[in-house]
C-alpha cells in the first residue's frame, strides 16, 4: 500500500463469502479511522456500502443520489 492516503477499492468483496466481506469492510474502516486514510469503494452490493460515510448512487453516468450514512 505505500502508506497511500487514498484507496481506490474496485469491487473489493465482489467474489468474497460474507464473512471475509465483513472483514474487509472492517479492515477499510480501521484505516479510515485510526490512519485517517480515504476509501473511495465501488460497488453493486448496498451493504457493502453502507459501511461508508458517504454513498454515491449512479445510474447511466449520472448521480442519482448523495447520502451521508452519519457513520463516524
Known amino acids: 500500500m505505500n502508506d497511500a492516503s487514498i484507496i481506490l477499492a474496485?469491487?473489493?468483496?465482489?467474489?468474497?463469502?460474507?464473512?471475509?466481506?465483513k472483514d474487509i469492510m472492517e479492515l477499510f474502516t480501521d484505516l479510515n479511522r485510526e490512519?485517517?486514510?480515504?476509501?473511495?469503494?465501488?460497488?453493486?452490493e448496498?451493504?457493502?456500502?453502507?459501511?461508508?460515510?458517504r454513498v454515491l448512487?449512479?445510474?447511466?453516468?449520472?448521480?442519482l443520489k448523495d447520502e451521508r450514512?452519519?457513520?463516524p
Do not use: W
Open 35 to 44: 490512519y485517517g486514510r480515504t476509501i473511495i469503494q465501488v460497488t453493486h
Open 57 to 63: 448512487t449512479f445510474r447511466d453516468g449520472m448521480v
Open 69 to 71: 450514512t452519519g457513520r
Open 10 to 21: 474496485d469491487e473489493p468483496t465482489g467474489n468474497l463469502d460474507s464473512r471475509t466481506s
Open 46 to 53: 448496498a451493504e457493502m456500502a453502507s459501511y461508508g460515510k
